[in-house]
């Protein structure tokens, strides 16, 4: 992490982990070095009315209820407009580091549709990247991938991002 920093030109960083496992020291380190730096540091929490709702819940376990997928996909472009296209309402300032916990899921899902919406990557592309991404080889050896990702990288629409 500090040689992104010191060495990668990262200058924003994005932790999108809001899960079960115990992290708090982790991010308080993360934001001490980021700091130190002279980066920004934010982490994008799921936390109701502080956050960007549970997205990622609710795109799991209730992706084929519209208006859960609908919620969940408006909290995903906010979350995008807000803290990695225009963190403080500006373009960042250098590169963009982003994770969660394992920097699979989330920070997949995420990426995937940045590289989709932002970068204009054919679908194709984008889903290769993220199968590349979690260790896919094949069905009988999916390694980290899950469908539901897959399903959101597919379905998201762009036009959410529009500002």
Same mark, same amino acid.
């Given at each position: 992490f500090r040689s992104l920093l010191e060495h990668g030109g990262v200058r924003h960083v994005?932790? &999108?982990?809001? $899960?079960?496992? !115990? =992290? +708090?020291d982790l991010i308080a380190a993360e934001g001490r070095a980021a700091q130190a730096a002279g980066a920004s540091y934010v982490t994008a929490t799921d936390e109701e009315g502080t956050g960007y709702g549970r997205w990622r819940d609710a795109l799991k376990e209730h992706y084929d209820d519209p208006a859960a997928r609908a919620a969940a996909f408006a909290g995903m472009a906010r979350l995008i407009r807000e803290q990695i296209l225009a !963190? $403080? @309402? #500006? #373009? !960042? /300032? @250098?590169? =963009?580091? &982003?994770?969660? @916990? @394992?920097?699979?899921? /989330?920070? $997949?899902m995420v990426a995937g549709i940045i590289d989709k919406c932002i970068n204009h990557a054919p679908l194709a592309t984008v889903l290769a990247a993220y199968r590349y991404h979690v260790a896919w080889h094949d069905a009988d050896h999916p390694g980290? +991938?899950?469908d539901g990702n897959l /399903? =959101? &990288? +597919?379905?998201?629409?762009? #036009?959410?991002? +529009? !500002?």
């Open positions: 994005v932790n &999108l982990f809001d $899960g079960k496992i !115990p =992290v +708090a !963190p $403080g @309402g #500006a #373009a !960042p /300032r @250098g590169n =963009v580091h &982003l994770h969660c @916990g @394992g920097g699979m899921h /989330r920070s $997949g980290g +991938a899950e /399903r =959101v &990288l +597919a379905d998201f629409d762009c #036009a959410l991002l +529009a !500002p």
